[in-house]
């Protein structure tokens, strides 16, 4: 596949689109940046931080409960906000709460599931690919409950072993807590399969899905999940905003999570009553702008389309994924068959800093570590990777600059 | 008079004012015209909560039609709900089932009817139609 | 003291100030904006609009870890803005945790200190005018830990009983979390003396500072004070940031609170190791453009002078104090000796919600209800009061509106 | 040499390179000519933990010079090591101690030094002047 030929299959006009991003037209090291650490966090488009701006210039109030006009405004401008990304995912805005981020809404869940549901002796499964995100709050709330935290392994490509999974599944399992997409390995889990099996058991499942929104038009109605995180950020949105997805039947039986203003209905010394879903999870002044921007960005997502965005992304996954398969010496880590574009990889025995910076000289901007997945790295016996992350905004070109990168720097580092 | 007829009635009155005074005078002098509501009617199960306002509702079901009474704690509010009871009570319950309540937007006080005002109002309509509805079942189940 | 004589007195040049504000230029139901909800969040100026654009448009990437360009800008910025919120309160960077606001700072500490120190028949102390944020996540915790929450009364005219208070220390107390100025009441509480008691029992103080800081300069180290929790919103920064503020002695006690990326050393299925503070309580990707902007706002604030801002508030304070006292038949709730420029007030018996109304046809935006502080409500026997809190940015000609348009509205409730 | 000297001749050397990649073949090569750290010494205790490479230092004291020996898992970081060590080993704690560190900045490799970065130099050269410090000390209280 040669790069004219991609540029063909590419369904959008990447160079208008690229025109809403400003930051994709700076320079790092003197050359125009080449940003694929969209894993890490994507970049915001005009539509966003515009939207910011508005609101601060122009109805900045806090929510909930005021009367006078800015608050209504904002009020309406926030309940709204929930509305558009709940109906992103196919949700209804009862079902969606607000967070900082997917860590904020993974420990949120972690705390109150746990606190109602898990007794001493009962399992969670996570996976051997998850973030640090979707591992410690499970790892504490294990260790409050007494319970026991269960790994999925996988295989050498980087994929699930399912058949490992349905032996975990038991009578003692009380959730299911996995990645939809891997930050690391790029790999994508067969989810529904992974619900359905669990269902079968009466098990709920959580999906960490920070690394699938931006990628993959994802119905969560159709998946019958149960429930899911996501961030902002990540999502071409503000950062401190993120977002748990969870069916009305739950959410109902979950008790508060953090205590404050708009989450209660009444409060004496004595008695507080707590509110309804979602605003009993929603402790505190919310973060009003964030939401906006977070809404501004879906809707920037949709008025694009998703469907174009998924072409887009596949086509230079497969372009991407050939001409690295092409650099002798580089090995790429995750290879498996269903893959986002995300790719890890080393150099020879290449420390991965030493890549990274020598990229970034280049103005290549690529992520390095272990990607707050440790126990990955440990897996593949590596102290870390390099690696390049896609969004539909880079084009087959910054991949050719990738891979001169990559030559380059293994000439200096002589791998 | 018709529903619609009412509320004509009152957007015409409307239409009169110069003054966002004048529109809120005549609001507020409708909650005192209301007719004071029997204590007893005042309990628990008639009471709307809203975030800020209360307003109690209590129904009555006489010659196949639905008389409301209804009061506020907040004098705004009373007068908007003393509009919505005029404009309602002594109809049948399957015309308010299908009425459309358009004169609360006409008169500029649609922002009252917001979930987010959550002044009671919005819950007085929701429960207005809800009476409405169960009794208009009822009535075609006798018939 | 006559408006004329007011503005003599003001430090500011107002018009110019309010400049920086765009919001304050609009207008509501026709008229120009007067915004007199600061207490529930302050308007922000272009410095801080603009620190965030600046951000997402040049150089937005996630922080820590990140070799490349973009990542090490974003890292620096957002470690520079701790190093600047903290010396804002005179604390070391390592000492402030970054978080959503003042409600998830308090939950933080009520969720570690809770874990680490309280036990059962222990006791925490609050005060009968704190803000449901410093009531329910004590609630909470003493739920949890099944530890008695003691409640310091106040007098008629809002201010603390401090013999009551001294009585209620003992040998129980673990912690007192008490509000350097309530939200609703104006009141300002003598912190100095609240903490010089608890400290001669070796007892910990929280202050809820999320009314202070934007009105009252605060040195942590010459107030002593334990723990410390405020709002960027409040503080004419960013929604969806906050901060918690402890001594280094105290953070490295306790235990993390979400788990997560950024949070550990090392992770592992057997044994995870968390990072020291405050990173161990900064659990995934933070709010970095909330951090940068909280940060802009609070240089605005020192570049305008916080000894200007104080006096300007103060001589508001007065005339605002003066004009509506002079008002037949309003009530103002709380008449603290010692106070900032929040006034509640009530009208005859009419209800808040309609004063609140009445003042925004006239572009005046009060808050109405209970403001988070329904205890203190019940206390004085009313639904909630019409609130008006001022900031520098206002001037002495809107509290001539507010006074105008309370006697419209009186007339209107033929009060 | 001096400290001084031995950095303006590191300085020297980079201001002939006129592309970005020949001053990094130069540290990579630095790294290459640094003699092998003794295994015995590859010890926790010497370990420097960065958040992304390692860093080990050993420090011998001998006829009252500081020598250092060093090693890094990532190539570049290796290199900075080795000229640090270059310039700094074979002094004495006094100088050391006093010793300021230009030629990083100075070739443009500031970023490496910034606590951000986490790769262990930083922390290596905070290290190195504790180790200076204490024998400075030590010597002082002999003499
Ligand atoms: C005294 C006081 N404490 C706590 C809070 C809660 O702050 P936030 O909503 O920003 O978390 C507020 C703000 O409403 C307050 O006024
Ligand atoms: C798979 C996965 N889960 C969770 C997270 C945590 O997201 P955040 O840092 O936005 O809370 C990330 C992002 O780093 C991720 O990639």
């Not at chain 1, 119905?219 to 995180?229: C, N």
């Not at chain 1, 998703?306 to 790429?332: F, M, N, P």
């Not at chain 1, 390049?388 to 580092?413: C, Q, W």
């Not at chain 2, 987010?116 to 139609?129: H, P, V």
């Amino acid at each position: 596949m040669k790069v004219v030929e991609t540029m063909v299959q590419i369904p959008l006009d990447l160079e208008k689109i690229r025109l809403d991003f400003p930051i994709l037209h700076t320079t790092v090291n003197g050359k125009p940046l080449v940003y694929f650490d969209n894993g890490a966090t994507t970049q915001k488009p005009l539509a966003v931080t515009r939207a910011i701006e508005t609101y601060y210039n122009t109805y900045n109030s806090n929510v909930h409960r005021g009367v006078h006009t800015l608050s209504q405004k904002a009020t309406i401008a926030y309940e709204e906000s929930r509305t558009t990304v709940a109906g992103f995912i196919n949700a209804k805005p009862e079902e969606l709460i607000f967070t900082k981020g997917t860590t904020d809404a993974i420990n949120l869940l972690a705390y109150t599931f746990g606190k109602q549901f898990i007794k001493e002796g009962d399992e969670i499964i996570i996976s051997a690919m998850e973030h640090h995100s979707n591992i410690v709050p499970w790892q504490l709330c294990c260790e409050d409950r007494k319970a026991v935290l269960k790994v999925v392994p996988i295989n050498d490509k980087g994929e699930l072993e399912m058949g490992e999974y349905e032996k975990m599944l038991s009578d003692k399992t009380k959730l299911v807590a996995i990645t939809y997409v891997s930050n690391t390995l790029g790999t994508v889990n067969p989810v529904k399969d992974i619900i359905a099996l669990a269902h079968a058991r009466n098990i709920p499942v959580m999906l960490d899905a920070a690394q699938a929104v931006q990628h993959i038009a994802i119905d969560v109605k159709e998946l019958d999940v149960d429930f899911m995180a996501f961030s902002g950020h990540k999502l071409y949105g503000p950062t401190g905003i993120g977002a748990l997805y969870g069916k009305e039947s739950w959410l109902e039986q979950l008790p508060p999570y953090q205590g404050g203003g708009d989450m209660i209905k009444t409060v004496s010394f004595d008695k507080t009553v707590y509110a309804d879903p979602p605003l009993r999870f929603e402790a505190g002044t919310p973060n009003i702008a964030g939401a906006i921007g977070m809404a501004a960005g879906v809707k920037y997502l949709i008025g694009i389309g998703l469907d174009k965005i998924a072409t887009t992304e596949r086509v230079l996954t497969e372009y991407a994924l050939e001409q690295l398969s092409s650099i002798d010496g580089l090995r790429l880590i995750g290879t498996a068959e269903h893959r986002g574009p995300t790719f890890s990889f080393i150099i020879g025995n290449s420390h991965p800093t030493d890549v990274g910076e020598l990229l970034d000289m280049q103005g290549i901007a690529v992520r390095t570590g272990h990607h707050c997945t440790q126990p990955l790295m440990d897996l593949f016996c590596i102290p870390g990777t390099a690696r390049a992350s896609l969004s539909f905004y880079n084009t087959p070109e910054e991949i050719d600059r990738l891979v001169d990168g990559i030559h380059k720097a293994m000439k200096l580092l002589k791998k | 008079m018709t529903i619609k007829e009412s509320q004509d009635r009152i957007i015409e009155d409307f239409a009169a004012f110069e003054e966002w005074t004048d529109k809120y005078e005549y609001i507020i002098q409708s909650g005192e015209d209301l007719p004071p509501m029997d204590p007893q009617y005042k309990t628990d199960d008639n009471l709307i909560r809203g975030c800020q306002s209360r307003v109690w509702l209590h129904a009555d079901f006489k010659d196949g039609l639905l008389h409301f009474t209804a009061d506020s704690d907040a004098q705004i509010t009373k007068g908007l709900v003393s509009l919505v009871t005029t404009v309602l009570s002594g109809q049948s319950p399957a015309d308010i089932a299908d009425a459309e309540l358009f004169f609360i937007d006409a008169i500029g006080l649609r922002s009252h009817l917001s979930p987010t005002r959550a002044n009671g109002l919005l819950a007085m309509l929701k429960q207005i139609k809800m009476y409405a509805l169960g009794y208009k079942v009822q009535q075609a189940q006798k018939n």
